[in-house]
């Protein structure tokens, strides 16, 4: 991993100390055991977490400052695949507003 100093770590035990990747890994894989969830990496459930936020809308610079990207160019990059999803969605709510307002339009003439 690219953790070179203590700065760089960001997780915590119960302790207090900092737990190195080994440790949260193995940590994080006996909890998703213990709890029956299927199996995820850290990596895959901070894309998960990133992919979601931006699902129910969250802005782009707040997932950009959870996330730690540098910018938000960066976090839109990377999750451009949800954007599609979205803008899909978008289409079609838009959509379902112009046949409301053509109805509501219908019947008050």
């Given at each position: 991993m690219g953790w070179r100093n203590e700065e760089d770590l960001v997780c915590l035990g119960v302790s207090g100390a900092y737990l190195w990747h080994s440790g949260l890994r193995r940590r994080h894989i006996e909890t998703f055991k213990t709890a029956a969830l299927p199996k995820i990496t850290l990596h895959g459930l901070r894309h998960t977490?990133?992919?979601?936020?931006?699902?129910?809308?969250?802005?782009?610079?707040?997932?950009?400052?959870?996330?730690?990207?540098?910018?938000?160019?960066?976090?839109?990059?990377?999750?451009?695949?949800?954007?599609?999803?979205?803008?899909?969605?978008?289409?079609?709510?838009?959509?379902?507003?112009?046949?409301?307002?053509?109805?509501?339009?219908?019947?008050?003439s």
């Open positions: 977490h990133a992919s979601l936020l931006m699902e129910i809308g969250v802005h782009a610079k707040v997932i950009q400052e959870r996330l730690g990207h540098a910018d938000a160019t960066l976090t839109m990059d990377t999750y451009a695949h949800v954007l599609h999803t979205l803008q899909s969605d978008t289409a079609k709510q838009f959509e379902q507003l112009l046949k409301r307002k053509k109805t509501a339009q219908q019947s008050g």
